[in-house]
């Protein structure tokens, strides 16, 4: 068997985007000896790729904004089945961590009397995301990395955690492979945060990177803990559809926040067409006082253009069904008529280049191509919204890879601030935890032993599969069958043939050695992503309604009886998945008045 | 759909070739999807690393053809199709395997630069800042750590030795963004002059050519930078005046 190393501390953090960075940030400010483990090298995960801001009611632009309107907006953008608790923190905290973030050296745009400046996004009432052109995501790792590195935090980069070790019921550690060259690394730990992001690259068309694989969610279910919503996937309503090579890469909201509009192939507004009754009053009904909206905010209601992602990413994909959609199957997103170019390219300068390079488009000239692409997991590991405490001890979750906070759907921008305030908490609840052990956990040595030897397996099969051909068939499978409109029929289909390609994973090899092999990585990364492909499938199974971001084609309606419940799934004793209905937590009077209150 | 020949370096650091792989080129495609392809049909262990795939994460760079890029923003329609394309890993830095080096230099040189210390806020307890003020380091974070311009610059391409007493281009990128960042109170000009190595760097601009989010390196950054120390340790009269008056 393989020879490994071992490593001890207090709490391990793993991932090292938004989320991890904070934690670790956290962990490590209060003393505690900390490890931060990322799959690639550090600066580079997820929330680099994040682009148009950070929700926070500043009320730098509209003094009106408070948390109370944003955990009003947050709360509806859900579906109100948002984890109240998780809402009402967000909104309380996200001020206070972009404040931090400037303290810490990020520099963000600025109003004319120089406080941070704020952009309007889809399904906030006021301008309220704070952020730097379209790279806010790229500011903000880079701040949190910046300031991480000087506070003697343990990096390891490019480490795949393959698995989480318990001793009893509680968490004590988890088991690495290095990318680089391979080597196994054991670590000890009183506490592991996940904080690994999402899902997405289970599907075809995605905005989400390789590392999109849902290790963490595969990892606390596997360890026994509680994930919820995961029938709830987000399709952002624009991500370039030409060339094929780009199709799925994301057009910032921020596109339509400072301007732009979609209109289809016969020039069409169409999102007029589409306001759900839900948002009737809140959402303008011509395009004159759409129009005007953008000047101001207060006497004019929003545009339709930036309802929730879910309304807008199904009504694209009903016009393109219609037939009025654009060439190559998407619709137009048009900037160009209604700013000039020197705006575009000051605002929007990504994604001027990114059409510019990949498609040859100039956005400044000509509407862009757009159509949605799966984005985001509203879906994650179940946690205590204050402490970020899963249902295991001594494992915590923060970020994507943690449910509850975003309902049925996630508004723009509020991820960024999910990262800074959850992955705060986590940090924090992973000390309290460690600290308040009376024994610390041990590595049991059979355990960690098992794991590795599954891990070598692969090599010694020979004449196995290809995993690449695995992964290209669940991403296909998911793409048809769980998509954003979903029916029965379609979703047993699914089941049945993730069944048949958990044992085609079972059964790939793997040419080469263990340094740097991404066949061999992604052969490992199989198992997630077949864990999550299946949670998925079952959950939206089970959800006989459409709300957010499950729609089904067979229940088109919502359900009142279903709005009261999560779709929780755990590992039965059989090693089964285990799906389970269970009612939303009980809102206080006063918030659910915030609510009622039909402003 | 095209037929193009990769030459591709495979090894690692005892030592290794450039191997030719055919593949079909679908419209649109750049060097990293041809990669891919690769990986996912001839060569599952072809190492590479990628992200984002949109020019944000500065994860794939290598050398195509001879030029410094990055593979996700290269589409394959600027090459003909009858000459092979060679594909290689960055030369700066010792190679891992395949397209994938070490770069473990630039996170220690990231370490040890002096970090922010900010000034006390304003009256109402935050700190304003005019755009104007915040543009000149905006500048400098856009990097997306590429570390291309780290690839290009001779001083440590050809001369590996000199990595002990120079920081590299993207490190006075971000010493810049330090330097002129609106409430960083830290004077890191001795820093610059000694552990950064600044001198060492002839202008030659060779970085800035290649920034794929061109940033002015030389420039805005560099150049600053270099009149700074020159400013404080080189000025005669200030020699002179230092001399007469005992102070330094």
């Given at each position: 068997m393989a020879e490994y190393e071992t490593h001890e501390y207090d709490v391990v953090v793993v991932g090292a985007g938004g989320a991890g960075l904070r934690a670790a940030i956290e962990a490590s400010a209060q003393g505690v000896k900390t490890a931060l483990i990322c799959?690639?090298?550090?600066?580079?995960?997820?929330?680099?790729?994040?682009?148009g801001g950070i929700a926070a009611?500043?009320?730098?632009?509209?003094?009106?904004?408070?948390w109370q309107v944003h955990f009003r907006d947050t709360m509806r953008g859900g579906k109100m089945l948002n984890n109240w608790r998780m809402a009402q923190l967000h909104a309380q905290e996200a001020p206070e961590r972009v404040y931090e973030l400037e303290r810490w050296g990020a520099l963000f745009d600025r109003t004319g009397d120089g406080r941070i400046s704020q952009r309007p996004f889809g399904?906030?009432?006021?301008?309220r995301l704070a952020h730097v052109g379209d790279r806010t995501g790229l500011e903000m790792i880079r701040t949190l990395q910046q300031h991480a590195v000087h506070q003697g935090i343990d990096v390891f980069m490019e480490v795949t955690v393959s698995s989480l070790l318990k001793d009893g019921d509680r968490i004590s550690g988890a088991v690495a492979y290095q990318r680089e060259s391979g080597h196994i690394m054991v670590f000890n730990a009183k506490s592991v945060v996940l904080a690994?992001?999402?899902?997405?690259?289970?599907?075809?068309?995605?905005?989400?990177?390789?590392?999109?694989?849902g290790d963490g969610h595969s990892l606390a279910y596997q360890a026994g803990a509680d994930l919820i919503d995961m029938e709830f996937v987000q399709y952002h309503?624009?991500?370039?559809?030409?060339?094929p090579s780009v199709r799925g890469i994301l057009v910032t909201e921020g596109v339509r926040g400072d301007g732009g509009t979609l209109r289809n192939s016969e020039g069409e507004r169409f999102m007029f067409r589409y306001i759900p009754e839900f948002f009737k009053a809140e959402t303008a009904d011509t395009e004159e006082e759409a129009d005007r909206w953008y000047g101001d905010k207060v006497n004019n209601r929003r545009t339709p253009?930036?309802?929730?992602r879910d309304e807008v990413a199904r009504a694209i994909n009903s016009e393109v069904k219609a037939g009025?959609?654009?060439?190559?199957g998407g619709v137009f997103l048009d900037i160009a008529s209604r700013r000039t170019p020197d705006e575009i390219r000051r605002r929007l300068p990504s994604m001027y280049h990114q059409f510019m390079k990949?498609?040859?488009?100039d956005i400044t000239a000509v509407p862009m191509e757009v159509g949605p692409t799966c984005h985001?997991?509203?879906?994650g590991v179940r946690v205590d919204?204050?402490?970020?405490?899963?249902?295991?001890?001594g494992l915590f979750a923060a970020g994507?890879?943690?449910?509850?906070?975003?309902?049925?759907n996630r508004l723009g921008g509020n991820s960024l601030s999910d990262l800074l305030v959850f992955g705060r908490r986590a940090g924090a609840g992973a000390v309290e935890y460690a600290n308040g052990l009376a024994t610390s956990p041990r590595v049991d040595q059979g355990q960690a032993d098992a794991i590795v030897t599954e891990m070598m397996g692969y090599f010694e099969r020979?004449?196995?599969?290809?995993p690449y051909s695995v992964q290209k068939d669940l991403q296909e499978t998911m793409q048809e069958l769980v998509g954003i409109i979903r029916t029965q029929s379609e979703l047993k289909q699914a089941l049945a043939k993730i069944q048949e390609l958990k044992e085609r994973a079972d059964n790939t090899s793997v040419e080469g050695?263990?340094?740097?092999?991404p066949g061999w990585h992604l052969a490992m990364d199989l198992k997630s992503l077949l864990a999550v492909s299946e949670a998925s499938c079952l959950a939206a199974t089970e959800r006989k309604e459409s709300r957010g971001g499950h729609t089904r084609e067979d229940y088109p309606g919502t359900d009142p009886e279903w709005g009261r419940h999560n779709i929780a799934i755990r590992r039965a004793e059989d090693g089964g998945m285990f799906v389970t209905k269970e009612p939303l937590p009980q809102m206080p009077a006063d918030l659910a008045a915030l609510l009622e209150d039909g402003k | 759909m095209s037929q193009y020949t990769l030459r591709v370096f495979r090894g690692d650091s005892s030592g290794g070739d450039f191997r030719d792989y055919e593949v079909e080129v679908e419209e649109g495609q750049v060097v990293l999807d041809v990669i891919h392809t690769i990986q996912a049909?001839?060569?599952?262990?072809l190492a590479v690393r990628w992200n984002?795939?949109?020019?944000?994460?500065?994860?794939?760079?290598a050398e195509v053809d001879g030029q410094p890029r990055l593979m996700c923003m290269t589409?394959?329609?600027?090459?003909?199709?009858s000459q092979p394309i060679t594909v290689a890993p960055i030369k700066t830095f010792p190679i891992i395997k395949d397209l994938v080096t070490d770069v473990s230099f630039n996170y220690e040189a990231a370490k040890r630069i002096p970090q922010l210390q900010i000034r006390e806020p304003g009256r109402d307890g935050t700190y304003r800042m005019q755009q104007i003020d915040v543009e000149r380091s905006q500048e400098f974070r856009?990097?997306?750590?590429?570390?291309l311009c780290q690839d290009v610059c001779?001083?440590?391409?050809?001369?590996?030795?000199n990595k002990e007493n120079f920081f590299g281009p993207r490190w006075f990128v971000r010493l810049a963004e330090l330097e002129m960042h609106p409430l960083d109170t830290v004077d890191r000009t001795e820093f610059i002059r000694?552990?950064?190595?600044?001198?060492?760097?002839?202008?030659?601009?060779c970085c800035t050519e290649v920034c794929p989010e061109d940033i002015h390196i030389t420039d805005n950054a560099i150049i600053p930078l270099k009149e700074r120390v020159v400013d404080k340790y080189y000025d005669p009269f200030r020699w002179i005046f230092g001399k007469l008056t005992g102070k330094p």
């Open positions: 799959k690639s090298l550090l600066g580079k995960a997820h929330t680099v790729m994040a682009e009611a500043m009320g730098n632009i509209y003094p009106e904004d408070n399904g906030h009432r006021y301008d690994t992001g999402g899902i997405g690259k289970a599907w075809k068309v995605t905005s989400n990177s390789w590392e999109y694989t309503p624009t991500g370039m559809v030409w060339p253009d930036l309802l929730p009025r959609g654009s060439p190559h990949l498609a040859d488009v985001y997991v509203m879906g919204a204050d402490t970020g405490a899963s249902t295991v001890p994507e890879v943690a449910g509850g906070m975003h309902g049925a020979d004449g196995g599969e290809n050695n263990r340094q740097y092999n | 049909t001839q060569a599952n262990d984002c795939k949109a020019g944000k994460c500065g994860s794939c760079s589409r394959m329609a600027q090459f003909e199709a856009k990097c997306i750590e590429c570390f001779h001083v440590i391409r050809d001369h590996p030795e000694d552990a950064g190595g600044i001198a060492y760097c002839n202008i030659t601009k």
